[in-house]
Protein backbone atom coordinates (compact mmCIF):
# COMPACT_ATOMS: atom_id res chain seq x y z
CA UNK A 1 0.00 0.00 0.00
CA UNK A 2 1.70 3.51 -0.78
CA UNK A 3 2.33 5.89 2.10
CA UNK A 4 1.42 9.45 1.59
CA UNK A 5 3.61 11.49 -1.40
CA UNK A 6 4.87 8.37 -2.86
CA UNK A 7 3.67 8.98 -6.46
CA UNK A 8 0.28 7.91 -7.94
CA UNK A 9 -0.30 4.27 -7.52
CA UNK A 10 -1.08 1.37 -10.98
CA UNK A 11 -4.25 0.59 -9.36
CA UNK A 12 -6.69 2.89 -7.89
CA UNK A 13 -9.59 1.55 -6.08
CA UNK A 14 -12.30 3.83 -5.39
CA UNK A 15 -14.73 2.88 -2.71
CA UNK A 16 -17.73 3.52 -0.80
CA UNK A 17 -21.29 3.29 0.06
CA UNK A 18 -24.07 3.56 -2.66
CA UNK A 19 -24.35 7.12 -3.57
CA UNK A 20 -20.95 8.51 -1.91
CA UNK A 21 -19.99 9.38 -5.47
CA UNK A 22 -17.85 6.48 -6.51
CA UNK A 23 -18.18 6.93 -10.20
CA UNK A 24 -18.12 10.98 -10.61
CA UNK A 25 -14.46 10.53 -8.68
CA UNK A 26 -13.17 7.92 -10.24
CA UNK A 27 -14.34 9.34 -13.98
CA UNK A 28 -12.66 12.41 -12.90
CA UNK A 29 -9.37 10.83 -12.08
CA UNK A 30 -9.31 9.06 -15.23
CA UNK A 31 -9.66 11.94 -17.46
CA UNK A 32 -7.18 14.14 -15.02
CA UNK A 33 -4.54 11.50 -14.67
CA UNK A 34 -4.96 9.04 -17.34
CA UNK A 35 -5.73 6.01 -15.67
CA UNK A 36 -8.30 3.53 -17.61
CA UNK A 37 -11.65 3.73 -15.85
CA UNK A 38 -13.81 0.38 -14.67
CA UNK A 39 -16.95 0.95 -12.97
CA UNK A 40 -18.84 -2.01 -11.04
CA UNK A 41 -22.13 -0.73 -12.42
CA UNK A 42 -21.17 -0.18 -15.96
CA UNK A 43 -19.13 -3.32 -16.34
CA UNK A 44 -21.40 -5.53 -15.37
CA UNK A 45 -24.66 -3.96 -14.35
CA UNK A 46 -26.66 -5.14 -17.90
CA UNK A 47 -25.61 -8.78 -17.48
CA UNK A 48 -26.92 -8.45 -13.28
CA UNK A 49 -30.09 -6.89 -14.25
CA UNK A 50 -30.55 -10.14 -17.32
CA UNK A 51 -29.15 -12.29 -14.38
CA UNK A 52 -31.80 -11.51 -11.59
CA UNK A 53 -34.50 -11.56 -14.34
CA UNK A 54 -33.98 -15.08 -15.46
CA UNK A 55 -34.74 -16.19 -11.44
CA UNK A 56 -37.39 -13.72 -11.21
CA UNK A 57 -35.50 -11.16 -8.91
CA UNK A 58 -35.83 -7.47 -8.91
CA UNK A 59 -32.31 -5.47 -9.12
CA UNK A 60 -32.86 -4.55 -5.12
CA UNK A 61 -32.11 -7.97 -4.68
CA UNK A 62 -28.32 -7.31 -4.72
CA UNK A 63 -28.81 -6.27 -1.30
CA UNK A 64 -30.60 -9.49 -0.17
CA UNK A 65 -29.72 -13.08 1.00
CA UNK A 66 -30.09 -15.07 -1.84
CA UNK A 67 -29.36 -14.92 -5.48
CA UNK A 68 -28.43 -11.24 -5.70
CA UNK A 69 -25.82 -12.02 -3.31
CA UNK A 70 -25.01 -14.77 -5.21
CA UNK A 71 -23.93 -12.93 -7.61
CA UNK A 72 -21.70 -11.08 -5.99
CA UNK A 73 -18.24 -13.43 -6.79
CA UNK A 74 -19.06 -13.44 -10.31
CA UNK A 75 -19.12 -9.40 -10.77
CA UNK A 76 -16.16 -8.92 -8.83
CA UNK A 77 -14.41 -11.46 -10.80
CA UNK A 78 -15.43 -9.68 -14.08
CA UNK A 79 -14.62 -6.01 -12.71
CA UNK A 80 -11.34 -7.70 -11.35
CA UNK A 81 -10.02 -9.14 -14.32
CA UNK A 82 -10.87 -6.86 -16.72
CA UNK A 83 -9.15 -4.34 -14.66
CA UNK A 84 -6.08 -6.69 -14.08
CA UNK A 85 -6.11 -7.40 -18.21
CA UNK A 86 -5.47 -3.64 -18.82
CA UNK A 87 -2.55 -3.31 -16.06
CA UNK A 88 -0.99 -6.45 -17.93
CA UNK A 89 -1.07 -4.55 -21.13
CA UNK A 90 0.62 -1.39 -19.50
CA UNK A 91 -2.12 0.53 -18.72
CA UNK A 92 -2.90 2.36 -15.05
CA UNK A 93 -6.92 1.48 -14.42
CA UNK A 94 -9.22 3.40 -11.43
CA UNK A 95 -11.95 0.18 -10.69
CA UNK A 96 -15.12 2.15 -8.91
CA UNK A 97 -16.99 -0.38 -6.94
CA UNK A 98 -18.49 -0.43 -3.37
CA UNK A 99 -15.44 -3.03 -2.39
CA UNK A 100 -17.51 -3.49 0.78
CA UNK A 101 -15.95 -7.06 1.91
CA UNK A 102 -12.56 -6.17 0.76
CA UNK A 103 -12.86 -3.22 3.01
CA UNK A 104 -13.95 -5.08 5.95
CA UNK A 105 -11.72 -8.15 5.44
CA UNK A 106 -8.06 -7.56 5.50
CA UNK A 107 -7.90 -11.08 3.69
CA UNK A 108 -10.03 -10.54 0.92
CA UNK A 109 -8.09 -7.12 0.15
CA UNK A 110 -4.84 -8.67 0.30
CA UNK A 111 -6.55 -11.53 -1.84
CA UNK A 112 -7.92 -8.56 -4.27
CA UNK A 113 -4.75 -6.34 -4.55
CA UNK A 114 -2.62 -9.86 -5.71
CA UNK A 115 -5.31 -10.19 -8.12
CA UNK A 116 -4.09 -6.33 -9.56
CA UNK A 117 -0.99 -7.78 -9.55
CA UNK A 118 0.43 -6.24 -5.96
CA UNK A 119 2.66 -9.18 -4.98
CA UNK A 120 4.61 -8.58 -8.59
CA UNK A 121 5.34 -5.24 -7.57
CA UNK A 122 2.01 -3.21 -8.98
CA UNK A 123 1.25 -0.78 -6.49
CA UNK A 124 -2.31 -0.50 -5.49
CA UNK A 125 -4.31 2.03 -3.39
CA UNK A 126 -7.95 2.28 -1.46
CA UNK A 127 -9.50 5.11 -1.64
CA UNK A 128 -12.38 5.56 0.48
CA UNK A 129 -15.33 7.87 0.27
CA UNK A 130 -16.44 9.00 3.55
CA UNK A 131 -19.90 9.97 3.56
CA UNK A 132 -22.12 11.36 6.36
CA UNK A 133 -25.78 9.25 6.90
CA UNK A 134 -27.94 12.03 5.50
CA UNK A 135 -26.12 13.03 2.49
CA UNK A 136 -26.22 9.32 1.43
CA UNK A 137 -30.14 9.66 1.93
CA UNK A 138 -30.18 12.39 0.01
CA UNK A 139 -28.59 11.03 -3.31
CA UNK A 140 -30.39 7.84 -2.76
CA UNK A 141 -33.47 9.57 -2.91
CA UNK A 142 -32.54 11.98 -6.15
CA UNK A 143 -30.86 9.17 -8.02
CA UNK A 144 -33.99 6.77 -7.47
CA UNK A 145 -32.18 3.59 -9.05
CA UNK A 146 -33.90 0.24 -8.97
CA UNK A 147 -30.89 -1.29 -7.21
CA UNK A 148 -31.84 1.24 -4.35
CA UNK A 149 -35.07 0.70 -3.08
CA UNK A 150 -33.84 -1.18 -0.24
CA UNK A 151 -31.79 0.87 1.05
CA UNK A 152 -34.92 4.07 0.39
CA UNK A 153 -37.06 1.91 2.40
CA UNK A 154 -34.42 1.17 5.07
CA UNK A 155 -35.60 3.44 7.98
CA UNK A 156 -31.95 3.56 9.65
CA UNK A 157 -29.25 3.78 7.12
CA UNK A 158 -26.16 3.33 8.86
CA UNK A 159 -22.97 4.18 7.54
CA UNK A 160 -20.24 1.59 7.05
CA UNK A 161 -17.84 1.57 9.22
CA UNK A 162 -14.51 2.94 8.06
CA UNK A 163 -12.62 0.44 6.29
CA UNK A 164 -10.11 -2.13 8.29
CA UNK A 165 -7.46 -1.95 5.67
CA UNK A 166 -4.82 0.78 4.69
CA UNK A 167 -6.48 3.52 2.88
CA UNK A 168 -7.02 7.30 2.03
CA UNK A 169 -10.05 8.55 3.18
CA UNK A 170 -11.37 11.50 0.57
CA UNK A 171 -14.31 13.89 1.79
CA UNK A 172 -17.67 13.07 -0.44
CA UNK A 173 -19.22 15.92 0.85
CA UNK A 174 -16.64 18.03 -1.05
CA UNK A 175 -16.85 18.97 -4.73
CA UNK A 176 -15.18 16.35 -7.18
CA UNK A 177 -12.47 19.08 -7.95
CA UNK A 178 -11.77 19.83 -4.16
CA UNK A 179 -11.28 15.97 -3.66
CA UNK A 180 -8.76 15.88 -6.29
CA UNK A 181 -7.14 18.44 -4.70
CA UNK A 182 -6.99 16.33 -1.60
CA UNK A 183 -5.69 13.55 -3.25
CA UNK A 184 -2.93 15.20 -4.77
CA UNK A 185 -1.63 16.83 -2.18
CA UNK A 186 -1.27 13.47 -0.34
CA UNK A 187 0.39 11.55 -3.20
CA UNK A 188 2.01 14.22 -5.11
CA UNK A 189 0.89 15.87 -8.66
CA UNK A 190 -0.57 14.00 -11.16
CA UNK A 191 1.20 12.19 -13.55
CA UNK A 192 -0.46 12.64 -16.93
CA UNK A 193 -3.59 15.11 -17.99
CA UNK A 194 -4.42 13.94 -21.51
CA UNK A 195 -7.03 15.81 -23.22
CA UNK A 196 -9.36 12.31 -23.81
CA UNK A 197 -9.34 9.59 -21.17
CA UNK A 198 -9.21 5.92 -22.25
CA UNK A 199 -12.55 3.83 -21.29
CA UNK A 200 -13.94 0.80 -20.64
Given at each position: ??????????????????????????????????????????????????????????????DRA?????????????????????????HRV?????????????????????????????????????????????????????????????????????????????????????????????????????TES???
Amino acid sequence: MNAPGAGWPDALLVAGPAASGKTVLATALAAAAGYVLFDLDQVTGPLTDAALALVGETPDALDRAGPGRDLRRARYACLTGAAAANLDAGHRVVVAAPFSAECADPAAFAALCAALGQDVGRRVMLVYLETPAPLLGERLARRNAPRDRAKLRADDRPVPPAPRVPHLRVDATRAVDAQIEELSARLGPIRTAPTESPRC
